[in-house]
């Protein structure tokens, strides 16, 4: 019953709006977009201009039915984001405003920015309007697909939940409740929570699963050459190995550039040819020094297919290794018949130095080598 | 009169190889002052040690008294590790006073754990005071301190300074002290407590080993998780354990600590063995004969024998040592098929790996009428970097591929009390946190996940998610299965301490007894995070009741096993109907025949 008196008011809300016709431009939007949206994550190329193009895809928006999903298309049709403008009420206690925002989805349904209207600023709850900061941070919301928003219904956020008293900890908060503050826009928890599951809801797979009944292997390495994380874990899930070999150079790329979830995706699903070649291997080792230590871990799980000038190299990296990487790096030496020499300086050097936590390991190594 | 005591187990005068040779262990010091005893990381280091928790405030001096065999000159060694090596000072630093005599040099300035020459000194009486006086309150440790009329270090490495060790005290391979019982379990966390409730209700006698003060692992007052999941068929029992739910960390924690330890000392049939901790286990012909333990101050040993043996030490230990299967770290999301699209390689990798969920230390502060002043900590830096923090909760997680939740928990702890110090220190630079000052930081690593014990049934995400009704159902649990990541895998810039949540919601699921006993040790229950799992399957029901229902589950088996006088496999196979009436029967306490 409650539903029904707040899409009646709406209805009536949206029949007045209507009559003093178009509610507004987007920043930089006409038919198709030619600037990148306000609010983005992907990349975006100069010059890019983006046309509509009309799906049989719809998102459905409380109270006001489907919305139409439509495709954004490069110059040679090819689609490289979705959209949807979206208008619908968002009611608290009874009080009901509307929401007009333009969303973006990538090719695989997830979340890539939005535009707001100019003459339709999105309000709060008491009427005011986002500031810059508010947009920003809406922004951030809905970039996090794990929000705490997701397994939350509406009313477990309004009402904060009884916190015991305590002996004596007036520091130690309830998690949720910090948690909720702190990733949504103050007083606009309503506003927040339409546009989080309106962008996070069914219409991430039914996208998904249009990209995938045309995907073919240009748009695979179109993917592969972007930098969101979703899209290059993606293509590397479907490359071949032969796709893998002949795309090492900007795989060793992502590998060194990307997020740490990327890398060790990518190193522990190199196919077996790149251990027995030199030249596929080289570029990974040669970002050692640069990615995260899970991935220098997985890297050197492979020290026993690496040709010597990796060992040589990582000799002259013993500071970025944690004590366990150097011990495992220590023992594939103890392993090897004779140690180059210049090997063998690099560990001299690293164990006399006095600032280096682990410089004892090495000391210890060298004892024993000698002995 | 105790001091003296445990000095004279660890005095000796030994002709030969020692000269005349003085091993004081710290944690048997008569009187540790504001120093706390640490059992942890037995198994890596060699032996439980002291140290100074003061969250930045020196703590009171540890004293005890020595005897010397003959007067003269020693040499003096401390064992100890600086925890944080780099430039910086040392921060766990403390000094040795041995009598009158207060040295200066500095201790607890050594990369990795090792041996401090101290000084020698003039010995010219029988006895003397030793002090361990903390310089910081930053955790210095001490293990022990060596007096030698020989001017030769002690040996370094664990596997000969064991073998050194074990030598100066001149102990026996085997306890001289050996007791039986009709099941002994190990770990008294919440499984191990229901565990040891439900065989005691049965008739069993029962020891329970525990390395702690204080009764309920992750649950307890020193950690201070609250339990979460649901009771299943043991409300009853498990009442007597749980907790509120109180944010973790709270001080409420005490409440409930006081509640669990007196229900389990209430029953007659369970010797309780607080701070002792088993380190061997042996088996003969795949069935564990017995479990060796020692008390973490004393030194003193216990041979525990039974036919039945529970393992709820959450790190598997009694399964490892008697060569029980296990497994460490993430399946390939084929092997049991347990793939989450939505958040595909967080959930379940497609090659194997060895992470692992990890393991929390919570902490919390408050605000004072006072100013409170709280010290620099360049050491903490590095991990905490820009984030400031007054307190924490279960996201303050650590867990990382090089470092394993067993072998490297002492780094695991250390980091995060980096990142807690850190934090706080970050945090105290703003006005508004001029009075606060830290309450209460765990020195207890709280582990989600290590090694997990094969039994015939391996539980998986896939039994939960299809709420598989297994004939031998005996755990039930409504809890969303919840595996948790180290956001600095999504991004860099996060701090690597902090980890999220992906929360699947099922619908009512259960675990199979089967799950419950090892498939290749005959004789071996294990009930806890070590229960028959894999690492998804693991997310929901590593909550501690549903731990605890697995507990009172396996302490009914051992009854019935020790009544038919059979191995836990036997009861599936041929006294599965009994064990589940059972298991029924015990829900509501019988009213007594006189009162009925």
């Known amino acids: 019953m409650k539903t029904l008196i707040v899409a009646i008011a709406f209805f009536f809300m949206h029949l007045g709006m209507a009559q003093f016709g178009d509610i507004g431009e987007l920043g930089g939007f006409q038919k198709g977009i030619n600037q990148k949206p306000e609010f983005y994550i992907l990349n975006w190329q100069p010059g890019m201009q983006l046309a509509e193009k009309t799906t049989a895809l719809s998102i459905e928006v409380d109270s006001m039915g489907l919305q139409p999903l439509k495709a954004l298309v490069d110059v040679n049709g090819r689609t490289v984001l979705y959209t949807s403008d979206i208008s619908t009420p968002v009611c608290a206690d009874g009080d009901c405003r509307s929401m007009e925002i333009r969303l973006y989805w990538t090719l695989l349904g997830e979340y890539a920015g939005f535009d707001r209207y100019r003459n339709a600023p999105l309000t709060k709850h008491d009427h005011d309007e986002f500031l810059s900061a508010d947009y920003l941070k809406l922004h951030q919301l809905l970039m996090d697909d794990n929000s705490i928003l997701k397994r939350r219904k509406i009313d477990e956020l309004v009402d904060k939940p009884k916190q015991p008293e305590m002996e004596g900890v007036d520091a130690v908060a309830g998690a949720t409740i910090k948690e909720v503050k702190e990733s949504v826009v103050g007083g606009a928890l309503y506003s927040c929570y339409s546009a989080w599951h309106l962008v996070h809801g069914p219409v991430k797979e039914q996208i998904k699963k249009r990209t995938l009944e045309s995907l073919d292997n240009e748009k695979l390495f179109t993917m592969l050459q972007s930098n969101n994380s979703d899209y290059q874990l993606f293509v590397l899930k479907k490359l071949s190995e032969s796709q893998y070999e002949s795309n090492y150079v900007r795989i060793a790329e992502v590998f060194e550039i990307g997020i740490p979830l990327v890398r060790t995706f990518v190193i522990k699903n190199l196919p077996e040819s790149f251990w027995d070649s030199e030249q596929l291997q080289k570029p990974f080792w040669e970002s050692f020094s640069k990615v995260d230590i899970n991935s220098r871990s997985l890297l050197l799980d492979h020290l026993e297919n690496s040709p010597e000038s990796v060992m040589k190299n990582l000799s002259g990296q013993l500071k970025g290794m944690t004590k366990n990487q150097l011990k495992i790096y220590l023992e594939y030496l103890a392993s090897s018949e004779k140690i180059n020499p210049q090997i063998k300086a690099n560990l001299e050097n690293f164990s006399s130095s006095d600032t280096e936590i682990n410089a004892y390991l090495v000391t210890y190594f060298l004892e024993d080598y000698e002995q | ?596």
């Open chain 2, 1 to 596: 009169m105790k001091s003296i005591l445990a000095t004279l187990c660890f005095c000796l005068l030994s002709f030969g190889m020692f000269g005349q040779d003085i091993l004081v262990e710290a944690e048997s010091f008569d009187n540790p002052g504001g120093w706390v005893i640490d059992p942890q990381f037995v198994q890596q280091m060699g032996s439980p040690y002291l140290m100074a928790h003061g969250m930045g405030k020196p703590v009171k001096n540890a004293n005890t008294v020595i005897n010397f065999p003959k007067t003269g000159d020693y040499h003096i060694w401390v064992r100890t590790m600086n925890w944080v090596p780099g430039e910086w000072e040392a921060p766990g630093r403390f000094q040795l006073k041995v009598g009158d005599k207060a040295f200066e040099k500095v201790l607890g300035k050594l990369s990795g754990w090792g041996w401090e020459y101290v000084d020698s000194l003039k010995i010219d009486s029988k006895s003397a005071q030793l002090e361990l006086i903390d310089l910081t309150g930053f955790n210095g440790r001490c293990d022990a301190i060596y007096f030698s009329t020989s001017n030769e270090e002690p040996p370094s490495s664990p596997k000969k300074l064991a073998e050194w060790r074990k030598n100066l005290a001149e102990e026996p391979n085997a306890p001289e002290q050996e007791q039986s019982y009709d099941l002994v379990v190990v770990g008294g966390g919440i499984a191990g407590c229901a565990a040891s409730i439900a065989a005691a209700e049965q008739g069993l006698k029962v020891a329970l080993i525990h390395d702690r003060p204080m009764l309920g692992g992750n649950a307890s007052a020193e950690i201070r998780v609250h339990t979460l999941g649901i009771y299943g068929h043991f409300e009853r029992i498990l009442k007597k354990l749980d907790t509120e739910h109180y944010p973790n960390g709270s001080a409420e924690a005490k409440l409930d600590q006081e509640k669990r330890d007196n229900n389990v000392k209430s029953y007659k049939n369970i010797d309780l063995y607080l701070n002792w901790r088993a380190y061997d286990a042996v088996a003969e012909n795949d069935t564990v004969r017995y479990v060796d333990a020692r008390q973490t101050s004393t030194g003193e040993r216990k041979r525990f024998e039974a036919p039945y043996f529970v393992d709820s030490t959450g790190d598997g230990w009694i399964g490892y040592w008697t060569g029980a299967e296990f497994s460490y770290g993430r399946e390939s999301v084929d092997t049991y098929g347990e793939e989450w699209e939505e958040w595909g390689e967080l959930w379940s990798p497609k090659e194997a790996d060895n992470a692992v969920m990890g393991s929390s230390v919570l902490w919390g502060s408050k605000v004072t009428e006072a100013e409170q002043a709280f010290p620099e900590v360049p050491w903490a830096m590095p991990v905490a970097k820009e984030y400031e923090e007054v307190n924490g909760e279960w996201q303050w997680e650590f867990s990382r591929n090089d470092l394993n939740q067993i072998d490297d928990a002492e780094e695991i702890r250390d980091h995060m009390l980096r990142a807690i110090y850190g934090s706080f220190s970050n945090a105290k630079e703003h006005p508004e946190n001029d009075t606060r000052k830290l309450e209460w930081v765990s020195y207890l690593v709280g582990k989600r996940e290590s090694r997990r014990l094969v039994g015939d049934h391996i539980f998986t995400f896939n039994d939960a998610k299809a709420g598989t009704k297994f004939p031998d159902a005996v755990v039930i649990e409504t809890r969303e299965v919840d595996v948790h990541y180290q956001t600095v895998l999504e991004d860099e810039k996060n701090p690597d301490f902090i980890s999220e949540a992906l929360f699947y919601k099922t619908p009512q699921y259960y675990i199979p007894y089967r799950s419950l006993y090892s498939k290749n040790i005959n004789n071996l229950f294990m009930a806890g995070r070590n229960f028959s799992t894999s690492h998804a399957g693991l997310g929901g029901p590593r909550v501690m009741r549903t731990t605890g229902q697995m507990g009172a589950a396996v302490g009914l088996a051992a009854s019935l096993c020790k009544k038919y006088d059979i191995n836990p496999r036997g009861i599936y196979t041929g006294y599965l109907n009994e064990y589940l009436d059972l298991i029924e029967n015990q829900k509501y306490l019988k009213i007594p025949k006189s009162k009925q």
